[in-house]
């Protein structure tokens, strides 16, 4: 069994690069958010 290289990254983590990049709103990124705390917390928005 191999171990991939690649490193892990959450949905949230993921979702906060989308509404970062412009690409989503805030508000659609919460909708699919697995953790609504962290991903406000990564996301800036408290």
């Known amino acids: ?3 991939g ?3 892990f990254s ?3 983590t993921a979702l906060v ?3 970062k ?3 989503i709103t805030f508000e ?3 909708l699919y958010a697995e953790n609504e705390q962290f ?3 990564i ?3 408290v």
């Open 1 to 3: 069994m191999q171990v």
């Open 5 to 7: 290289t690649e490193e």
């Open 10 to 12: 959450s949905i949230d």
């Open 17 to 19: 690069n989308l509404y």
């Open 21 to 23: 990049a412009g690409l």
């Open 28 to 30: 659609k990124g919460l």
């Open 39 to 41: 991903y406000r917390e």
């Open 43 to 45: 996301a800036g928005v």
